[in-house]
């Protein structure tokens, strides 16, 4: 029973990170439709940029400098080269990320050299003892700074004006352009959103407790983990990045504990597709509506 | 109706709700060989739902359809272009970078064979399938005036042109009834005038039925044999464009749609 | 119709003129014999003077060519983004040691002709991409790309697993000599000679890629140009249009899917001839059969051109073979006098490289290297010289 | 096709006389004999010798690799000042492949025409790819994989122990101890290719031999999180971990090996620690490791370990120390000696070279790593291994806690293409 609760404990830690990073996507997605595969290298972005600073400047300045360094990354890849090609092809858009993801990531990786360095100096590596559970202080405040952000984006999107022009340009681009709002201005400000949570994301990655790597091409792979939880959710769904989050890092502990550590990888992928066969637009997203 | 000819399409009976909301109920209405026939009714009416049931893009909770006395009810639209259903698109959904020949060869897809193989390896007997089929295509293209921009992308046409590729493909099915959505959609008047010679053209040329979901009453006035009208998703009058003029239930269901 | 979509169909088979003039005395019958005797000398001459390195870049472009003309197909020609591609080559790859292997201690083999073996690689591939049609038939676009990297995890876990396959991670298992008509292909049997070069393994295996290239690039083009073609184009452009013009979507979707894995097939069974060797990867992220490599071809499919098949080959010219020969180039030496763990190594520079391409293309030429040669092919053609030295192919 | 491809062939065969009196280059390195009748062969000229390194700056070895290359570098320096090997100065002539397979296959014909041998050939992905181009080409390839499954080839050099011996002696070294007893179960993570499955190969049968169970748990080279592992072994009641992992997997699974309460010894092959691993939050956990490997530590009391240590140290102040550099110049001091056989027997040509080795049964390299003995083709070249225990203290992070030592268990051992 022990073991279980401890699996459970794992699981949920690390879905709280894939959550964030999944949220990112989802919310980059819905207001531009890109299928952001550079995620992995904001996060990264953020993650140099503390790593960097944070000898001289210490853990809190350097973080919220890696948080704002991310931020701005995405804000000006959307900016110069997304923002140019408003209405081409989500297929097209999404290999331009690729192409900056290669780049930006082949140059951290190069600056890193051979270095491996942590990030998360507060609360890392010192672990909580409750009975014969452990309680990793990185995963319980990636858990509490996650249910913050999520609240405070929910609220924003339902409360601030930004939620509603976000909402209405999601169920349809053209049109809300018609109705007078100023995309530009919504999806810049959903890259920003999407970069800042990687750049919070990679606080917890970069870590002994989360990953036991520092910031290596190892965080930008985790990274990707957050692809099938923005897809069980549907991509399109903040809720469903929540959702989909939480079963991803689940079922890796899961299957890990009771198949094999070497299955957990491939069991997340199983459920992804036993979800897109049921349903082709995850479990929350809207359905596309062919026109005819 | 008169029960000697069979009707090349007839409707019976459709219904559909979309949650709760009828959108069709109890539609019947019945195309006869060779007419140009007309299905309106005001925005909201149920024209394009019944236009989708017909082609097969939503299935009927009730009812049945049938072309030239076979029931296609339920049929997948690419099964029915085989029995003989053609129809444009109000939006032309052409492909915009392939050319105007390429647009209209696709419709020839369910009368050729061959699959990858045959197809990579050129062989002969496709490669002179594909020659009399070409021929044709270019046979259709010529008909309706668009023989010079074969080769030409269809992205770069004028909408008049477009159109026109539009019915060309509808037509290269050849289809025994072919359905026109909208035909006028987004003309002038000019073209509208231009669309309305070019129905009747055909349906003389080729001997077929056509059905025509339109908004645009100048035009259908203008070229319909007979007129069904739907409001709130019924049969609301059936006849004659001059029948149909006078009909007061007509007249309230368009004077109603514009308060 | 969005403003950008990245497609480059190529123009419809054009009535053909000038068949019947004379060879000479016709301008696009010499244009045509032209533009055969470039390919052929581009194709023909390399095993003659090049050094062995040389030749196994270009052996390895043209695998990658291989798998990227399956990929453009789906792609570019249908819409279906695949991630899934290394998976495929792996299954060509793994099938083909299979079939044509004897059987070994630990290792499953069934001794079947090499020819034989080939052919039955790529049809398992495709009938494992028919198999995938519950997916490949219903979910569309970047959700699709997605739901394939599934098949790479698959193909790895599988990989590891399934040992007396694939040999496993540990030391793989030797792939069987393709044995073409008594000539073979990785040994010195029979010794032949061509032009007082003699014809040993690296340019036996260039000549039989080139061969198979050659006949992938064929059956791509004919297929693009007549009806299947038309139907993914159709299916890509407007999935209601096209079923209601009488194409039955979800089985064109699937079966491009398995005609591209079929390509792949083919591909991994070239790839396991190159290395001589079947070895499943050790990480999802580095390796043969891995995210990096599926990522690279639709670089290759991307810049090339999307649903262009001169293109897909141009595209794998740059991704497949530039860090190849930049490594050659370079030596021992290090770029741009950087060394230690910072080096700009030849591999990074070309991932900067291929990176950059990607975004230039999709900004500011979206149809990719295949409209850049169509453009420059308009341009030549208004000059009597250019047009005999232009492919009509457009790249 | 067959048409189109007819004319061009006959149009270039024209051009291609001239290609016809070019070639066969190949043949002018091999055989021929110099002044002093010594036959010699590729790489060989009249006052060098070149040796072949093909090696990873760039990709997940590059720290490794930079203090192997600085030992190649200290011995050769060394071997040249004395008037280098058969009166010829060493050269090396290194490609970087990043561990990319491709790029290996791609160097290896580029590379071998001028080598005699190989100093340093790293990556078992690498060294199965270029497998069968090393038995063609018949060059003598120095592998920097510690793996017994590449004993059956001919042409490929083991320096020491390999993986299964390294854990059997060090799981031996636990039961001495008393960590270890029977009944017990050993949780073993191991990367899943050429090296994982050969120390699992050892564990295996170290389990078997003394009554033990292993709990595998199998791993790719890119996973990071050690976290549901430990968890596993702790629901198995494991009482000691094995490791054939990466420096990143091993800091994760000693984290939470302390950080979960399981608190067990672990031990591991030669790579699973690197020093960098200290400078991390990992390194507390790390002092419950014992890494087992046939190379001396960087920081031991052997005489000639302290020697190459002291000089490395005074020549790359900025460089941290690691095992390699002591385990590169043993590399070298194994060369020169079958270079020096070779010469003696005037035979320097690529077989002449393959023939030292196998008659080579007891190079030693002042216990920078053990006598070695490879006339015994399928044999591990020695079964002694030294035993560190990572130690944030000691310069290269170890510290000697067993000096060279065959254990029991590996003395029965068969390793798997050993007659």
Redesign the interface.
């Given at each position: 029973m022990n073991t279980f609760i401890q699996v459970m404990v794992n699981g949920l830690g690390k879905g709280a990170v894939y959550a964030l990073l999944a949220l990112g996507f989802v919310i980059i997605?819905k207001a531009s439709g890109v299928?952001n595969f550079a995620h992995g290298s904001f996060v990264l972005l953020g993650g140099y940029v503390a790593v960097r600073t944070q000898d001289d400047l210490g853990f809190t300045v350097s973080a919220i400098l890696g948080v704002a360094t991310a931020g701005l990354g995405a804000l000006f890849i959307e900016r110069v080269?997304v923002a140019?090609?408003p209405?081409?092809?989500?297929?097209?858009?999404?290999?331009?990320t690729?192409?900056?993801?290669?780049?930006l990531t082949?140059?951290i990786i190069?600056?890193l050299?051979?270095e491996l360095p942590f990030l998360g100096r507060p609360y890392d590596g010192k672990p909580i003892q409750v009975g014969d559970i452990t309680f990793f202080r990185t995963q319980l405040i990636a858990l509490a700074v996650g249910a913050v952000l999520v609240t405070l984006f929910f609220l924003a999107f339902r409360l601030t004006g930004w939620g509603v022009a976000m909402r209405a340009q999601a169920e349809n681009r053209e049109a809300a352009a018609l109705m007078g709002i100023r995309r530009g201005r919504v999806t810049a400000a959903a890259w920003v959103i999407g970069g800042v949570l990687a750049g919070v994301a990679v606080l917890f990655l970069a870590t002994q407790d989360f990953s036991g790597s520092g910031l290596s091409?190892g965080t930008h792979?985790i990274a990707?983990v957050a692809?099938?939880a923005a897809?069980i959710g549907g991509?399109d769904s903040t809720e469903g990045a929540i959702v989909g989050g939480a079963i991803v890092g689940l079922t890796e502990a899961l299957s890990a504990q009771y198949i094999s550590f070497?299955?957990s990888?491939?069991a997340v992928?199983?459920v992804?597709?036993t979800v897109?066969?049921v349903r082709?637009?995850?479990l929350f997203g809207t359905r596309?509506r062919?026109?005819? | 109706m008169s029960p000697a000819a069979t009707p090349a399409l007839q409707v019976d009976d459709l219904a559909l709700s979309f949650g709760g909301v009828k959108a069709l109920d109890k539609v019947s209405f019945g195309v006869a060989p060779g007419n140009i026939h007309a299905l309106i009714g005001p925005n909201g009416a149920g024209k394009s739902t019944c236009f989708n049931v017909i082609?097969g893009?939503y299935r009927a909770d009730r009812g049945a359809v049938r072309l030239g006395g076979n029931d296609v009810t339920g049929m997948?639209?690419?099964q029915?272009?085989?029995k003989g259903l053609g129809?444009s698109?109000q939006n032309l959904?052409?492909?915009?970078?392939?050319?105007v020949?390429?647009n209209v060869?696709?419709?020839?897809?369910?009368?050729?064979r061959?699959?990858?193989?045959a197809?990579?390896?050129?062989w002969p007997s496709?490669m002179s399938e594909?020659a009399k089929h070409?021929a044709r295509a270019v046979e259709i293209c010529e008909f309706l005036g668009i023989e010079r921009l074969l080769?030409a992308?269809v992205?770069g046409l004028s909408y008049g042109d477009a159109k026109r590729v539009d019915i060309a493909?509808a037509l290269a099915?050849e289809p025994e009834v072919l359905l026109l959505d909208e035909p006028a959609a987004g003309m002038n008047a000019g073209e509208t005038a231009e669309v309305a010679e070019l129905i009747k053209v055909v349906r003389d040329a080729l001997e077929i039925s056509i059905l025509l979901v339109e908004h645009d009453m100048t035009l259908v006035m203008g070229v319909a044999d007979r007129i069904t009208v739907l409001d709130f998703g019924k049969v609301v009058a059936d006849g004659t464009p001059a029948e149909v003029r006078n009909d007061p239930e007509v007249i309230r269901a368009y004077l109603g749609e514009q308060e | 119709?969005?403003?950008?979509?990245?497609?480059?169909?190529p123009?419809?088979?054009?009535p053909s003129h000038g068949r019947r003039g004379g060879l000479l005395s016709n301008p696009a019958t010499l244009f045509r014999?032209g533009v055969?005797?470039v390919i052929?000398?581009i194709v023909?001459?390399p095993p003659?003077?090049f050094?062995?390195?040389w030749l196994?870049?270009g052996q390895?472009v043209m695998i990658g060519a291989v798998a990227a003309i399956g990929l453009t197909l789906l792609?570019g020609q249908a819409?279906q983004?695949s991630l899934a591609h290394p998976f495929f080559m792996f299954v060509g790859g793994a099938t083909y040691c299979v079939l044509g292997s004897e059987d070994a201690p630990g290792k499953v083999g069934f001794g079947l002709p090499s020819l034989v073996a080939l052919i039955g690689a790529i049809l398992v591939a495709a009938a494992l991409g028919l198999a995938f049609a519950?997916?490949s038939g219903?979910?569309?676009?970047?959700?699709l790309?997605?739901?394939t990297?599934?098949l790479v995890?698959?193909g790895?876990?599988l990989g590891?697993?399934w040992t007396s396959l694939s040999g496993?991670?540990?030391?793989?298992r030797?792939s069987p000599d393709l044995n073409l008509f008594g000539i073979k292909t990785l040994r010195n049997d029979p010794e032949i000679s061509f032009?007082?070069?003699?014809m040993e393994r690296?340019q036996r295996v260039w000549y039989l890629f080139a061969l198979l290239l050659?006949i992938a690039a064929?059956?791509?083009?004919?297929?693009v140009?007549?009806?299947?073609?038309?139907?993914w184009?159709?299916v890509?452009?407007?999935?209601?249009?096209?079923?209601?013009?009488?194409?039955?979507?979800p089985r064109v979707r699937a079966?491009v899917f398995a005609?591209s894995s079929g390509y792949a097939g083919l591909a991994g069974v070239m790839t396991v001839m190159?290395?001589?060797?079947l070895?499943p990867d050790?990480?999802?992220?580095?390796?043969?059969y891995s995210?990096v490599v599926a990522?690279a071809f639709?670089?290759m499919i991307?810049i090339g051109g999307?649903g262009s098949v001169g293109g897909a080959i141009a595209g794998s010219v740059l991704v497949f073979g530039l860090?190849?020969m930049l490594?050659?180039m370079i030596?021992?030496n290090?770029l741009f006098g950087t060394s230690?763990?910072?080096?700009?190594?030849p591999?990074?520079f070309t991932?900067?490289v291929?990176?950059?391409?990607?975004?230039i293309v999709?900004?500011f030429e979206?149809g990719g290297l295949a409209a850049l040669g169509r453009r420059l092919k308009a341009t030549a053609a208004r000059t009597q010289l250019g047009s005999t030295l232009l492919s009509p192919k457009g790249s | 096709?067959r048409q189109?491809?007819k004319?061009?062939?006959l149009?270039?065969?024209g051009a291609?006389?001239l290609?016809?009196?070019g070639?066969?280059d190949d043949e002018a390195d091999s055989g021929g004999a110099d002044a002093s009748g010594v036959k010699t062969g590729p790489g060989i000229s009249d006052d060098s010798i070149t040796l072949g390194v093909m090696t990873d700056?760039?990709g997940p070895f590059?720290?490794f690799s930079?203090t192997l290359q600085a030992g190649h570098k200290m011995w050769v320096d060394e071997v040249n000042a004395k008037g280098g090997v058969c009166a010829r100065q060493i050269q090396l002539?290194?490609?970087?492949h990043?561990?990319?397979?491709?790029?290996a296959?791609?160097?290896?014909?580029?590379l071998e025409p001028n080598v005699a041998g190989f100093m340093e050939l790293l990556g078992?992905?690498m060294i199965?790819?270029l497998?069968?181009d090393i038995n063609d080409k018949q060059v003598t390839t120095m592998a920097v994989s510690w793996?017994s499954?590449l004993l059956d080839q001919p042409y490929v050099i083991i320096v020491g122990t390999t993986y299964d011996l390294e854990i059997i002696n060090g799981l031996d070294y636990l039961l001495e101890k008393g960590d270890l007893k029977k009944g017990d179960t050993i949780g073993h993570i191991y990367?899943?290719?050429?090296y994982g499955?050969?120390g699992l190969a050892g564990s295996k049968y170290f389990a078997e031999k003394n009554g033990l169970k292993v709990s595998e748990a199998?791993v790719?080279?890119?996973?990071t999180d050690m976290k549901s592992l430990v968890t596993k072994f702790k629901s198995d009641k494991v009482t000691a971990i094995a490791l054939t992992t990466s420096p990143a997997q091993t800091a994760s699974a000693a984290t939470n090996n302390v950080g979960l309460g399981l608190n067990v010894p672990m031990i591991g092959n030669s790579p699973v620690f690197a020093p960098a691993l200290l400078d991390t939050p990992a390194a507390p956990a790390l002092s419950k490791l014992y890494v087992v490997a046939s190379a001396v530590p960087f920081d031991s009391s052997v005489p000639k370990a302290k020697e190459v240590a002291t000089k490395f140290i005074a020549e790359n102040p900025d460089v941290k120390p690691s095992f390699t550099v002591q385990y590169g110049y043993a590399q070298g001091l194994i060369w020169g000696q079958i270079l020096q056989k070779a010469c003696d027997a005037k035979d320097l040509s690529r077989a002449g070279i393959n023939a030292a080795l196998k008659s080579s049964n007891n190079i030693t390299t002042d216990k920078l790593v053990s006598d070695l003995d490879f006339s015994k083709p399928g044999s591990p070249s020695s079964r002694t291994v030294y035993i560190g225990q990572v130690d944030k203290d000691s310069p290269g992070g170890l510290k000697q806690v067993q000096a060279l030592k065959e254990f029991p268990d590996a003395k029965t051992y068969k390793a798997p293409h050993e007659s």
């Open positions: 997605f299928l080269l140019r090609r209405l081409a092809d989500p297929i097209a858009l999404a290999l331009l690729i192409g900056v993801d290669v780049i082949e140059e190069r600056r050299g051979v091409r792979a990707l692809f099938p897809i991509l070497e299955f990888k491939v992928y199983v992804m597709l897109l066969i082709p637009s995850g596309e062919t026109r005819v | 082609c893009v997948h639209p690419h029915l272009a085989g129809r698109f959904a052409l492909s915009m970078h392939s050319t020949l390429d060869m696709l419709a020839r897809h369910c009368r050729t061959g699959g990858f193989m197809a990579g390896a050129r496709m594909q070409t080769h992308p992205g493909r099915t | 119709m969005s403003e950008g979509t990245l497609t480059a169909d123009p419809a088979e054009t014999w055969r005797l052929a000398l023909l001459t003659l003077y050094e062995p390195s196994r870049v390895y792609t819409g983004l519950p997916v219903r979910v569309r676009g970047v959700y790309g997605v739901a990297l599934a995890y698959v790895l876990y590891q697993q496993g991670t540990a030391s793989g030797p032009l007082g070069q003699a690296e050659l064929l059956l791509a083009w004919g297929a140009r007549s009806r299947p073609g038309r139907a184009r159709a890509r452009d407007n999935e209601s249009a096209a079923s209601a013009l009488g194409v039955n979507v079966e005609i190159w290395y001589r060797l070895k050790e990480s999802e992220f580095a390796g043969t995210i990522i639709l670089a991307l999307l860090p190849g490594t050659i030596g021992g290090e230690g763990a910072n080096a700009i190594t591999a990074i991932s900067f291929y990176g950059a391409a990607i975004i999709v900004l979206p | 096709m189109s491809l004319v061009p062939a149009v270039i065969a291609l006389v290609a016809a009196c070639g066969g700056l760039t590059k720290d930079t002539e290194s490609r970087d990043g561990y990319k397979a491709e790029t296959t791609i160097q290896f014909p580029d078992s992905p199965a790819a497998k069968t793996s499954e990367i899943d290719g050429e499955a050969n199998k790719t080279s890119t996973d």
